[in-house]
């Protein structure tokens, strides 16, 4: 619930953990559970409840759980506590429940700070003691004022929607006694495997695993868009313009100056000495017109023209007394496509930019 990392569990894998006992009436009823459906679960114990109530703590490594601690007094100021009065706290939780089991050495070195008011001074110092510090990854809200069916409900819901973890209850209340029974067969029912955690010894070793098992959200190749880091959102309270960048904040050797790829001498002078292209190399041939009349109507269109123009031509010709016949007639055979082309596009609407035709047209 607080950290990046947690249990390196696979896919339906649930941790039961009980905060804040032994209190006989509600922490033997859970044992009597536990025991029924064969599951090893984790207790963080407070050292008050231990030391007003040894016998409790002895059952549940009788039992063959594993037994942490929970501070002294369950103090809900782990957050702002200087270290020395959360350092007493800790050790308070831990001496008198050691000194409440037969064999101290079945005490684990699990903590879970009261209330998860986690500070970074406290992680630190358990860590230096070689105490692995705990949380949750879901609780089930069992120390409110919930009904016993409400805590099934958010218990399975909330495990439901990770599909593993560890879940948070509290050996103390009534409503966790009542759930429990019906969230185990739920458990089971669902395809739940209850892991018990140990701590290692040398003669049960750590579980081998990689660091990547321990992250909460582990990065996936399946869904590498749910992985993107979250764009920041900058508040521009200043608009000023920043300075341009010199060469000098780029390293760029003052030798080559141009950031652009380096051009041998050879280029430069083919570069250089590249002819600008004739107006040759755009001429288009006279028959490539055609591609602009290809449909049959401007086909048709184009020769109607064509012959409109040569009738006028003829007839004007005929009054300048033939002197400039022949030059005008060729002249009007090649400007009848052009114009037919106008013709076209008027009578269709939609004018089409064709770089022949201007380059025609100019020529
Ligand atoms: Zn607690």
Same mark, same amino acid.
């Given at each position: 619930?607080?950290?990046?990392?947690?249990?390196?569990?696979?896919?339906?894998?649930?941790? =039961?953990?009980?905060?804040?006992?032994?209190? !006989?009436?509600?922490?033997?009823?859970?044992?009597?559970?536990?025991?029924?459906?064969?599951?090893? &679960?984790?207790?963080?114990?407070?050292?008050?409840?231990?030391?007003?109530?040894?016998?409790?703590?002895?059952?549940?490594?009788?039992?063959?759980?594993?037994?942490?601690?929970? *501070?002294?007094?369950?103090?809900?100021?782990?957050?702002?506590?200087?270290?020395?009065?959360?350092?007493?706290?800790?050790?308070?939780?831990?001496?008198?429940?050691?000194?409440?089991?037969?064999? !101290? *050495?079945?005490?684990?070195?699990?903590?879970?700070?009261?209330?998860?008011?986690?500070?970074?001074?406290?992680?630190?110092?358990?860590?230096?003691?070689?105490?692995?510090?705990?949380? $949750?990854?879901?609780?089930?809200?069992?120390?409110?004022?919930?009904?016993?069916?409400?805590?099934?409900?958010?218990?399975?819901?909330? =495990?439901? &929607?990770?599909?593993?973890?560890?879940?948070? =209850?509290?050996?103390?209340?009534?409503?966790?006694?009542?759930?429990?029974?019906?969230?185990? /067969?739920?458990?089971? $029912?669902?395809?739940?495997?209850?892991?018990?955690?140990?701590?290692?010894?040398?003669?049960?070793?750590?579980?081998?695993?990689?660091?990547?098992?321990? #992250?909460?959200?582990?990065?996936?190749?399946?869904?590498?868009?749910? @992985?993107?880091?979250?764009?920041?959102?900058?508040?521009?309270?200043?608009?000023?313009?920043?300075?341009?960048?010199?060469? %000098?904040? #780029?390293?760029?050797?003052?030798?080559?100056?141009?950031?652009?790829?380096? /051009?041998?001498?050879?280029?430069?002078?083919?570069?250089?000495?590249?002819?600008?292209?004739?107006?040759?190399?755009?001429?288009?041939?006279?028959? *490539?017109?055609?591609?602009?009349?290809?449909?049959?109507? *401007?086909?048709?269109?184009?020769? @109607? =023209?064509?012959?409109?123009?040569?009738? $006028?031509? %003829? %007839?004007?010709?005929?009054?300048?007394?033939?002197?400039?016949? @022949?030059?005008?007639? @060729?002249?009007?055979?090649?400007?009848?496509?052009?114009? &037919?082309?106008?013709?076209?596009?008027?009578?269709?609407?939609?004018?089409?930019?064709? /770089?022949?035709?201007?380059?025609?047209? /100019? %020529?």
């Amino acid at each position: 619930m607080q950290y990046r990392e947690t249990l390196p569990l696979k896919d339906h894998e649930v941790v =039961l953990t009980f905060d804040d006992g032994p209190l !006989p009436k509600y922490s033997n009823q859970v044992l009597k559970i536990l025991d029924d459906e064969c599951i090893k &679960a984790t207790f963080f114990i407070i050292g008050s409840q231990a030391k007003a109530n040894p016998e409790g703590v002895r059952k549940l490594v009788a039992a063959g759980h594993t037994v942490g601690t929970h *501070s002294m007094n369950h103090p809900l100021t782990f957050d702002r506590m200087p270290v020395e009065k959360f350092e007493p706290e800790i050790n308070g939780g831990i001496e008198w429940t050691s000194a409440a089991m037969t064999d !101290p *050495s079945k005490l684990a070195p699990f903590f879970r700070i009261p209330g998860l008011m986690r500070a970074e001074g406290v992680e630190n110092y358990l860590i230096s003691r070689g105490i692995q510090v705990w949380s $949750a990854d879901f609780p089930a809200d069992d120390w409110r004022h919930v009904s016993s069916d409400r805590v099934y409900q958010l218990a399975i819901q909330r =495990l439901e &929607a990770k599909g593993k973890g560890i879940l948070l =209850l509290h050996d103390i209340q009534a409503r966790t006694v009542a759930a429990l029974p019906k969230i185990i /067969r739920d458990l089971k $029912a669902r395809g739940y495997r209850i892991v018990h955690v140990v701590p290692a010894t040398a003669e049960r070793p750590a579980t081998p695993t990689t660091p990547v098992e321990w #992250l909460l959200h582990p990065p996936t190749e399946t869904v590498p868009i749910a @992985r993107w880091p979250a764009v920041p959102r900058f508040a521009f309270t200043q608009t000023t313009m920043l300075p341009a960048p010199s060469l %000098a904040d #780029l390293n760029a050797e003052t030798a080559h100056q141009s950031l652009l790829p380096r /051009r041998t001498k050879g280029q430069m002078d083919i570069a250089s000495t590249l002819p600008v292209p004739g107006r040759a190399l755009f001429a288009i041939p006279e028959g *490539s017109i055609e591609v602009l009349l290809s449909t049959t109507l *401007s086909r048709r269109a184009a020769t @109607r =023209l064509a012959m409109a123009a040569e009738t $006028a031509h %003829a %007839a004007r010709g005929k009054v300048a007394k033939g002197k400039a016949a @022949r030059p005008q007639a @060729r002249h009007t055979a090649h400007a009848a496509p052009a114009a &037919a082309k106008h013709a076209a596009q008027a009578k269709s609407g939609t004018p089409r930019p064709t /770089r022949v035709a201007s380059l025609k047209k /100019r %020529a």
